[in-house]
């Protein structure tokens, strides 16, 4: 048997280990993120509405396209809790294993990013705001970083509960999650009311880390459920898109609290598409081409890269760093947002799989 005969048994073996699943919800969601980043520009241009250069259908469309993404980031932390929270692992090895795996990938793409955003000048950085300029890359433009890593830590602890939570159990973790971190904060905003709660990142999206874990091995559910838990996913995210809609004309200015990821209808959005989400690719499995399957967990593998990365390459578009301008509003939105989604997700994940072949534990 030739090498490369050996590593594509290999190759073989591994993506048969894997549940497809998993793999097809990890890859639509780092989409999904690509797609909420790529029609920012539009959303943000409601002024444009308002004077007639840019047309209410166009804008509606980037609206609806990052409303139905708003799931991207929940279903990410379900994933994680879902196979992490299962794992019989000792602390020891579980934080050897796991924290590199975050946090090498966070400084490297991290560091590249505080190198463009400073025009790759070392003593830029180094000046007296060093503190501030760190901060603001590392956890202000990886806001997500924290959360993942938060969640890591306290996955040792969470792990005892589900182990032996009962049903009970689990309805009052999640009845107190979703008062405290989702319904709370949407009564603040949408009546004006007054209850502070300030809780840090991992806490907010530890609901959905449990919910993971809990939909995948405890509940069950029939076909029609699922099926009205997918329309439901849909119908909900119609009403944000309807309801940023509104919200935004009346107030003459884009309004993204509806697209909070804590939001009740994003929360309810986010469980309901999961649910959905995982019914409908565990049975397209089997009708799935093999070169399909295998393209999908490439993407799946290196999502978290892709994640890292695709904000500093569009906005490389965006600014025409490379000798051309690309970016939604760069011509008719139809046309120009599916485009820019396009190269900016495939850029992102060409860079990536290049880079991985070096460097495979700095990158993702």
């Not at 030739?2 to 639509?28: C, G, I, P, V, Y």
């Not at 520009?41 to 396209?65: C, D, M, P, R």
């Not at 509960?161 to 009962?166: G, I, R, S």
């Not at 940023?244 to 959005?269: D, G, R």
């Amino acid at each position: 048997m030739t090498k490369r005969q050996s590593q594509t048994k290999k190759h073989n073996a591994l993506n048969e280990s894997r549940l497809f699943w998993a793999d097809a919800m990890r890859a639509l969601s780092i989409l999904m993120v690509v797609i909420i980043h790529s029609s920012a520009k539009v959303l943000y241009e409601w002024s444009a509405v308002e004077t007639g250069e840019l047309s209410t259908v166009s804008w509606n469309f980037a609206n609806l396209l990052n409303s139905f993404s708003r799931i991207s980031v929940p279903l990410f932390v379900m994933l994680s809790g879902a196979f992490l929270l299962q794992k019989s692992e000792s602390l020891t090895f579980f934080l050897q294993k796991r924290i590199p795996r975050i946090v090498l990938p966070w400084v490297f793409w991290g560091s590249i990013q505080l190198l463009y955003n400073y025009n790759f000048s070392i003593e830029t950085i180094l000046s007296s705001t060093v503190y501030e300029k760190l901060a603001t890359t590392f956890f202000g433009g990886f806001w997500f970083m924290p959360l993942i890593l938060g969640l890591y830590l306290v996955t040792p602890i969470i792990k005892a509960f589900t182990k032996t939570a009962k049903t009970t159990d689990y309805a009052y973790f999640f009845i107190l999650w979703f008062v405290t971190v989702s319904l709370i904060p949407t009564l603040n905003q949408s009546f004006g009311i007054n209850i502070s709660l300030q809780l840090p990142i991992f806490v907010q999206y530890l609901g959905y880390f449990v919910a993971g874990y809990y939909l995948v091995h405890k509940a069950r559910f029939s076909k029609k459920s699922i099926n009205q838990f997918g329309l439901l996913c849909i119908v909900i995210n119609v009403v944000i898109a309807l309801g940023t809609y509104c919200i935004t004309k009346f107030e003459s200015q884009f309004h993204a609290s509806l697209y909070e990821y804590t939001n009740v209808l994003v929360a309810v959005s986010s469980i309901s598409g999961f649910i959905a989400l995982r019914s409908f690719f565990q049975n397209k499995a089997v009708r799935v081409k093999k070169t399909i399957q295998n393209k999908i967990v490439k993407i799946s593998q290196v999502s978290l890269g892709i994640f890292l990365s695709h904000a500093l390459i569009l906005d490389i578009f965006t600014k025409g760093k490379l000798g051309f301008t690309l970016h939604a509003l760069n011509g008719p939105i139809i046309i120009a947002l599916p485009m820019t989604i396009t190269l900016v997700f495939l850029t992102s994940l060409s860079v990536v799989l290049i880079l991985r072949k070096y460097m495979n534990r700095f990158i993702s």
